[in-house]
Each structure stands twice: as C-alpha cells, then as structure tokens.
C-alpha cells in the first residue's frame, strides 16, 4: 500500500461530509485506485470483482509502518463499519496536515527558540566575552559536521554565533 496522498486526491467536501459518508467513500476510492492497478476502467468495474477486492482487503495486513492507520481504516470500511473508518481517516488527514505544517517550519521554530524573542531579555543579552573560550573551544574541538552545534549548546550561544567566530577573528557582537 502507498502513502495517502500518492494515490488518494481527497474530496473537496471531507470536512463536512458525515464520518459514515467519508467511510463509503473510501471504499469506493481504494475499488478505484484497485482497477486503475488493474487496468479496468472506473466505469466498468465487475461487481464480482470489487465484492472479492472488498473480502480480500477486509482480511489484508501488511507490515508497512507508514501505512498502518490507513490501511484500518480502510480494513473497517470493508468490513461494513463505515463511521468508524470515516473517523480513522478524518484522523488520518489531520495527523497527516500537522505532520507536514511541523515539517515546513521546524528551522523557523529552531532559530526563534534558540535566539528568545525580540524584545526578551534573552535577545538583549549578547555573548561577549565569550568568544574568547568559544574560540579555545573551536580550537580543541575536533572537525566534524556538528562541532558548531555542540560548542553552542556548551555555552549557550547559536550555533550561527560559533560559526561566525570561527571565520572571523573578532568578536561579531
């Protein structure tokens, strides 16, 4: 099974639409994407063949980490218990909307916790007089990737702070 946005175009409407509604709507998405795989055209799908699709998928289990949740709630929905995959896969969307929004923004909310706010009294204070030992430090460190990071955590400075003093002979601040 693939992750849900790769094969899984939501409807316009998921937020209003009941949870038993969005239930029969994911059967008959995954009888869909099923005989796209299969090369039947959506128009023309053998009830026979979706009534066997549907029993096999009430029975499938796969080991994909990735896909766990998606993959009950359509186990649900093939099993006849339409609400409750509904609410599995309005779970799904949002789980999925949050994961991706904390994605995007992660470096944005590193630099804002590292630095304080503007205006806070963390932001007012400047590291100066430690360049001096971040630069001993730098100086005994071995070069790795993450030298600037660690020296960073050690004195409480960003790591943008290290690596400024280490290309610059003087104090940045």
Not at 51 to 64: F, G, I, K, P
Not at 91 to 113: F, P, S
Not at 146 to 155: C, K
């Amino acid at each position: 099974m693939e992750p849900l946005n790769s094969w899984l175009p939501l409807p316009d409407n998921w937020q209003t639409r009941t949870d038993e509604s969005l239930g029969w709507w994911l059967v008959s998405a995954w009888i869909g994407f099923q005989a796209d795989k299969a090369g039947i055209p959506r128009d023309a799908v053998p009830e026979q063949w979706a009534e066997e699709l549907v029993r096999a998928t009430a029975a499938m289990d796969s080991d994909s980490v990735e896909v766990a949740a998606l993959e009950k709630a359509i186990r649900r929905a093939c099993n006849g218990d339409m609400a409750s995959a509904g609410t599995l896969l309005r779970k799904i969307i949002v789980h999925d909307a949050v994961g991706e929004v904390k994605d995007r923004l992660a470096g944005t909310g590193l630099g804002v916790r590292r630095g304080g706010k503007k205006g806070s009294d963390r932001a007012k204070e400047t590291p100066k007089g430690k360049g001096a030992k971040i630069r001993e430090a730098l100086a005994a460190a071995p070069k790795t990737r993450n030298r600037a990071s660690l020296i960073a955590r050690q004195f409480k400075v960003t790591a943008d702070y290290v690596r400024k003093l280490e290309k610059n002979k003087t104090d940045p601040h």
